[in-house]
């Protein structure tokens, strides 16, 4: 470290590069490697991170750490070849010069040039993580801990889980695509499809989880829905995998980040759509949702995510709060539950529903969807029940539907919030 | 002026939970920090140590034992020092309580005696 100029590191280089890095070798160790693979990188970005200081940040950062992690990976593998070797006894086994694998690693495959961008590899361990042996939650873990680059902590606290119960679930799946031999290869035209849905529904997972609490940790879990954006777009961009359902996924993920910013306000509590403020709502990302509603027209299936984008696009493109068509609104939700029923999906239509036919006829749409009685354990459904009683003036019913939703609120933004209309209304404590 | 030894004690396990990012902003916190030194003189230099135990020598002559430092399984190992230029103790802690290192380490300062 000298006086020397030294370049500021693009963002979320190390991010990037331990994601990518992860996946090339990965695809020339095999997937049975991913643990000792996993470890090569990080031990690269240490190196990196305690040499520098010292030496200066090399000009070609991405070369230097993609160097150390090769060279790393090679000697741990050699060490557990040898240490097999020693403990199994076994005669027959072919030695490193034989070992292709293990042989001097020659350049590099050249990697696109914009670091934001995915390669195939990338691309091929992100349908691995998708696969069908892994549930939907498993996917999302090990996506941002192999191809997003995301560390164990960060993905704890992005998903409100304990470190080591994330760690856990990365040590069995891993295992579990070790056993299936899974193959780290971009799917072929005839089992695409299903494999782009199972890919779709995780990313939609994710984004859903990022973007679910204005938890204290706002910094993560925007970065969760940025990175579910960031590898939706991957996937449609790919010249054979790309799908019309999946430019609607982006539609509706782009549309949502664009509002991340003006969700919470400085002290964290929650701020309410009617009151955001829309100038700062991103316009890049409105404008890269527009350009993707429309990509997604070409579908000839209507999907869950075509019609949530368009519920998004409505709320994105409407210059005031006042100016919201919600007719149209509940028009589009009636079309989500043909194709996505849920009791989740009825509290919201109904909300909608309430500017255009009056609190009454909300409630009676939310005490409709309450015939399922799974609604009874979620907050938004009694926060809409107050709500819709507050209007009526029912000052009474009201309080009892805050008091129900408070005690199914963990999240400390959303408690002050309720806690405050409590307030508001002269009740509670 | 007088110059300073910062003797950078960490544990060799506190980078196993590091995520990525945080280690780049480690990085450019370092470099943050170095630059503000070198342009206002007071960076004189920094070595990196390898990463391992070193020797450790006891007794003399006969008595003479040469046993491997320990580090993996240390729970503290020096792994680099700088050197810098300061008026005095006040400036030379002044100039170290900003360095990176004591977000993972703890650094001891310590004058050069010098005629």
Avoid at chain 1, 114 to 123: I, M, Q, V
Avoid at chain 2, 6 to 28: G, T
Wanted: include cysteine.
């Amino acid at each position: 470290m000298t006086a020397a100029d030294v370049a500021p590191l693009v963002d979320h280089l190390f991010r990037r590069e331990a994601g990518r890095l992860v996946a090339r070798l990965a695809r020339r160790f095999g997937v049975a490697r991913l643990d000792v693979v996993e470890d090569a990188v990080q031990d690269a970005l240490v190196q990196a991170c305690r040499t520098w200081p010292f030496a200066g940040v090399p000009r070609d950062p991405a070369a230097w750490i993609a160097t150390a992690a090769t060279n790393r990976a090679l000697d741990l593998l050699r060490t557990t070849q040898r240490r097999s070797r020693l403990l199994g006894g076994d005669a027959g086994a072919p030695d490193d010069a034989h070992d292709p694998l293990l042989a001097a690693p020659g350049a590099p495959p050249p990697e696109p040039p914009d670091p934001a961008e995915l390669g195939d590899d990338e691309l091929a361990l992100l349908f691995a993580c998708a696969h069908p042996a892994l549930s939907s939650e498993t996917a999302v873990i090990l996506m941002l801990k192999t191809v997003g680059g995301f560390g164990v902590r960060e993905i704890a606290r992005g998903l409100l889980a304990e470190p080591t119960a994330i760690a856990q679930r990365l040590v069995r799946a891993r295992r579990t695509l070790a056993e299936q031999r899974v193959p780290l290869a971009i799917p072929d035209a005839a089992e695409a499809a299903p494999r782009v849905q199972a890919v779709g529904e995780a990313l939609y997972l994710m984004f859903t989880e990022g973007h679910s609490a204005a938890e204290a940790d706002a910094v993560i879990r925007a970065d969760l829905c940025h990175e579910a954006l960031r590898l939706a777009l991957a996937v449609a961009d790919h010249p054979r995998l790309g799908a019309p359902d999946v430019d609607a996924l982006v539609a509706l993920m782009a549309f949502t980040a664009a509002r991340l910013d003006t969700r919470v306000d400085d002290a964290g509590v929650p701020v309410l759509l009617a009151e955001q403020d829309r100038a700062r709502w991103d316009r890049a990302l409105v404008g890269l949702g527009m350009a993707r509603l429309e990509r997604s027209m070409r579908a000839t299936r209507l999907t869950r995510w075509h019609v949530e984008a368009e519920i998004a696009a409505i709320h994105a493109l409407a210059p005031t709060f006042d100016a919201l068509p919600w007719a149209r609104l509940v028009e589009a939700y009636d079309r989500l539950l043909l194709v996505a029923p849920s009791p989740v999906v009825r509290v919201n239509r109904a909300v909608a529903l309430a500017f255009v036919a009056g609190p009454r006829a909300a409630l009676d749409a939310l005490d409709e969807a309450g015939a399922d009685q799974r609604l009874a354990r979620y907050p938004w459904w009694h926060a809409a029940r107050a709500h819709a009683h507050e209007r009526l003036g029912e000052r009474h019913r009201a309080l009892e539907a805050w008091e129900a939703a408070l005690a199914l609120t963990a999240s400390e933004p959303h408690r002050r919030f309720i806690v405050a209309r409590l307030a508001a209304l002269g009740g509670g404590d | 002026m007088p110059r300073f030894v910062l003797i950078l004690h960490e544990n060799p396990a506190n980078f196993a939970d590091v995520s990525p990012e945080e280690m780049q902003r480690m990085v450019e916190r370092y470099g943050a920090w170095g630059q503000s030194l070198a342009q206002r003189g007071h960076y004189v230099g920094g070595h990196k140590l390898t990463d391992e135990g070193g020797r450790h020598l006891k007794g003399a002559g006969a008595a003479l034992r040469v046993t491997d430092g320990p580090y993996t399984e240390a729970k503290e190992v020096v792994g680099g020092l700088f050197i810098i230029e300061a008026a005095d103790y006040d400036a030379a802690v002044a100039l170290t309580r900003d360095c990176p290192h004591l977000e993972n380490g703890w650094v001891e300062v310590r004058q050069i005696d010098a005629p």
